[in-house]
């Protein structure tokens, strides 16, 4: 095999790539964990990922994809790229580089039944390997400041979904309750949603809510608007 | 040499960095090029860079500063990651990864009877090998951006600076002129200038202005104000 990473003797880098699959169980962000079966670290929970396929992978977004299907099941979703950590201390097996990558998922698209697979609150993380723990951290932050102006939340729920439910979604993302006619104007300025005709939901004690689904124009692209929720 | 980055037969991922020193020469931002001496695109300018040596670099930070260093003699400047670039496309020798920092320094920095380097304006580049033109666009954004709410470009200057040329040193980083009373307002917010005493300049039409520098906590850590100079 050719070894074309080096100009002088150097052992090769270690090319990996991760991903940070979250979820919302209950009103909490959850973090999607796989137990490592091999070394290092073999039985610790950890975030999925894998090798660069050179001769199959295009791209790392490609690998990111494959290694999600292949290890949770889950059929791209929407991907988004976080950043790159490397250096010589962060994987015991040498010099190393993880291409990053984030994806949100409704609760319902995880099949629970994969062996090994965890859940662990964000905010209650078990002990990580590698740099996993920073890693998580960094996402979470990354997709509390994008909530507050895109339609990332929107990739936590299943296809259909009324405002209430929505709202309910976001201020579990961001961690703080948002006021509803800002929301409500926010979501409107975004324009992703459209109505399912003659589609309502309600309990006995509400208004029944009109019942929305996302414009397939966002089901791969984020809607963006310039100013926050929560200006 | 172990070869460690497959779990599969597949050849190993190249791993290189590259920067995107800028300078300012006249009053337009300028990119150090560096002729290629060796296979592919030999004889092209380019980005400076090289392969990580894994058992030299112990951060991709490390390898980028040691790369300028050999290759522009440029001591550790102030350098920030831009972000990663990779893919099985980018480079002919393979799937590659390029960890890409970018570098700020004044022109009187750069040794110019360097080898090999160029001097090219980011507004008008020539063709450049691999995804170079796009990295220097990205970096060139970047900087623009982060040029609004910091103190980035001071980097651009010499030891001593006094604020009307500081001013025009933000202006041409920006692109776009800048309000005297806003600009002096930024300046004092961030808090990074301590005047030199009894030092003054000034040409005979004007005013001798206060000569100030850089204070030694923010030569190696940007001074950051949350409200950009356009707000």
């Known amino acids: 095999m050719p070894k074309p990473n080096t100009d002088a003797d150097y052992p090769s880098v270690i090319c990996t790539v991760d991903v940070v699959l979250l979820t919302l169980k209950g009103q909490s962000l959850h973090v999607v964990l796989l137990r490592r079966k091999s070394e290092p670290f073999m039985g610790l929970p950890a975030l999925p990922g894998g090798f660069v396929h050179t001769q199959e992978d295009a791209t790392a977004w490609d690998a990111a994809t494959r290694v999600l299907r292949e290890k949770t099941g889950i059929v791209s979703p929407y991907l988004e790229q976080l950043a790159s950590y490397s250096g010589a201390e962060r994987d015991p097996r040498g010099w190393s580089v993880s291409l990053v990558y984030y994806a949100l998922v409704p609760l319902e698209a995880l099949s629970l039944q994969t062996e090994g697979l965890l859940l662990a609150p964000v905010a209650k993380l078990p002990k990580l390997p590698f740099d996993h723990r920073r890693i998580v951290d960094e996402a979470v932050a990354r997709v509390r400041s ?41 979501m409107d300025e975004m324009g992703m949603l459209e109505p399912v005709e003659g589609e309502l939901e309600g309990g006995a004690a509400h208004r029944p809510a009109q019942v929305y689904r996302l414009k397939k124009a966002y089901r791969k692209e984020l809607s963006v608007v310039t100013r926050g929720l929560n200006s």
Chains 1, 2 share one sequence.
Request: aromatic residues 10%; charged residues 25%; positive net charge.
């Open 146 to 186: 994008k909530s507050q102006y895109s339609s990332l939340p929107v990739y936590l729920c299943q296809d259909r979904i009324t405002l209430p439910r929505l709202q309910a979604v976001y201020e579990a993302v961001l961690g703080e309750p948002i006021n509803k006619v800002s929301f409500r104007r926010k």
